[in-house]
């Protein structure tokens, strides 16, 4: 008997496992470039929890405040928190850490690149229909938690830059409308910035509490997909609603994936090695009276500043109850309004197109209009307010005076994401028509040529 | 380590190479995996890849331990990510040249399983079959599953006070407290110059709490123009005004000076955050940005020394607003 088949045998003998192990080993996965961006993004979160242990190993999760006498002269002898010192030193002192640190922090950055483009990916191919609505779900809940997790990660650094992130994050809670005052002074335990217990809170939160709730949960959107079996493009001639082709795990699929995520972990740890990313020690500690200009956000909060920035100053006032403060627009709503439009837009769009049925089979972005100029046209919105929300570094930079700008964003947020979706509709079906055109013509050049070959005959 | 990951290595090598060295193909009718022809250049390429990837792991090991290297991080980065970057590429060559390459179809699950439904919903439905209050027993169930989740829910609100919010309404200010600088050294009117910016705290107070801190700057008395509730805050043109944003709390940090366009010919406050514009002459109103309502004001007076001090509270609450923000006026904290 060979090793291999020893070893099979023993674990069978165990758990009586056989059968599912042979049909692990057999699954079918439907070959697409973009079917990777899904795997991409599950792997980033390997990297994540991996060089995330290796981070809470050294990482100080206290507010109290210490003076800072390590190796890094420009922060000797500053008051800072216990919190903001450690990630100082687990970037001066302790080896590889920085490396770890900025791995970890590009993790984050590629991660949520993925999930976005893999969302983009099922959304304009139409991969959220039945029977995969509650995969669907889960993966727009995963990218909501996901902002929470970054957010919470950078916050605990407590430097100038995530303090003032913290703050905001802060005052568009205090902005929910009549429990939100109620609501930061439950969690923060008092005004800001608080007695102290936000950060052990916080810090339990982005290393065990969140990346299980996203581990469980990315676990059932791989069962439900495993389950229902993967959608498909129409390649070939033998692939339909009712069959599935594609590569089986092993030996096909098993070398390629894992071969993909040691390429991300790859990239990953140059990344981290080679390019700085947030270099905390140059921003400085965090104090509530200090504030520094130019300030922005990673990327993928970048939308809410740009929704903070756009809102025109107000607060929504009844006599002397403040309904509605300013914040709730940009940092609450938009997102909220957003959010929304992802868990509901596949029960929308059954009601818009009265489609209802079984769907295995992929669409391209052409093949619905519809539905591509709506996407369009929502990731114009989100990628406009993102815009204007680095307005004042197109200050800086060119010269165009910020409130001009602001006004001109103001209007054009809500026209521009028309203009896309009406392009994109043009675009669609300009691109159907072509096909047909070239399709007309495939078919009367093989007439022709049929007509040609019985008349020689 | 080193040893045992060769170990792995040359294992994958075999497994992957595995059955492949007949060169003639025949069908073997008892094969699962079909059989294919083999390819020298992508096996010598792989293996190549192993080894290589494995002396970068090796180097970030060597890099790791010797310290007289330099840049100890981008060499580190360099060697672990080359590593995986090596390992990587023998595995997609093995996956893509060496093995089995075979597309199969499928049947995909049905859309549902009516008889398994109806058997599971039978089972259940059966199951009660014995009870014959069902709603009231029910009931019961659906009160104790409450009360659980009610039991196990309501300690959270030990977080944090709930109900309360007096705590936003305070400051450290009384009348007669001394501006002090970051150092604790007390502020004289003479220190303030006109076109600059001072941050300042309530005396003795904790500086990171949101009432205690101050933008503080000295303005020609004839451009003040200050409403007729605020008139007397300032103290011969000096002005202060809470530190923190009323938008979303972060610290004012820019003084736009001599002017601002939009105030022409006025300065102007301004917050770093969300470009939340406030013009110190008129009592901190909000001249463009998305704040919802002034800066706060403190009264100032200067003593006999010379010194600053607050004649009062703020006129408004500190921070960012809320439901209860235009409520009551802020006090000195108990």
Redesign the interface.
Known sequence: MSITRKVVSAVDKRTAGAPLLRKTLRYLFPDHWSFLLGEVALYAFMVLVATGIYLTFFFVDSTHTVTYHGPYRPLQGQEMTEAYKSVVDISTTVKAGLLIRQTHHWAANIFLVAIILHLCRVFFTGAYRKPRGLIWGIGVTMLTLSLLEAYMGYSLVDDLLSGMGLVIGYSVGMAIPFVGANLMNWLFHGPYPGQHVLWPRMYIAHVLLFPILIGMLLTAHLLLVAMRHHTQFKQRRAQSNHVVMGVPAWPGQAPRSLGLLLAVAGVLFLLGGLVQINPIWQWGPYHTYVGTNGAQPDWYLGWLIGGLRLVPGFDLVIGKYTLVPNPFWGGALFPLVVFGFLFFWPALERKLTGDDGWHNVLERPRDNPLRTSVGIGMITWVLLVFVAGSSDRVNLTFGIPYTAQIWFYRVFVFVGPLIAALVAHRVCVELQNMERVEQDRHHAEAEARLAASRQST | MAKAKDALLSGLVLL?SRGKRRRKVDEDPLRV?PDMDVSRGAETRAIALFFLSALAFLAFVVV?AVDRIPH???????A??????L??????V???RL???????????P?EHPGEVDLIASSVEEAGSRLTRKRLFKLGLLAAGGGLAAAAIVPA?S???????K??F?TPWTRGRRLVDEDGKPYTADDIEEKAFY?A?AENAD????G??LVVVRLPPSTLDLPPELQGYDADGIVAYS??CT????????YRVPTF??DEPRPALV??????TFDPASGGT?T??????PLPMLPLTIDSRGFLRAKGNFNGAV?????????RKPEPQS
């Not at chain 2, 100890?72 to 360099?78: A, K, N, P, S």
């Not at chain 2, 672990?80 to 970057?85: A, E, K, M, R, Y």
């Not at chain 2, 500086?207 to 949101?210: A, G, L």
């Not at chain 2, 979303?248 to 940090?253: D, K, L, M, P, Y």
């Open positions: 992957a995996v790791y100890q991080t981008q060499f580190l980065g360099l672990i990510g080359l590593g995986f970057i390992f990587a590429a023998a595995l997609i093995t996956g893509l093995v089995v390459t075979e597309e199969l179809v499928e049947e995909y699950p859309q609100a977080f944090g006070p709930l109900l309360r919010v705590e936003y305070g941050t705290f500086k990171e709490e949101m205690a801190s530190k923190i938008h979303a709390g972060c610290a004012i940090a820019m366009a939009p917050c770093p955050c969300h470009y939340s909000v463009f940005g998305p704040a919802g309502r921070g960012p607003s809320w439901w209860g923000v235009r409520n």
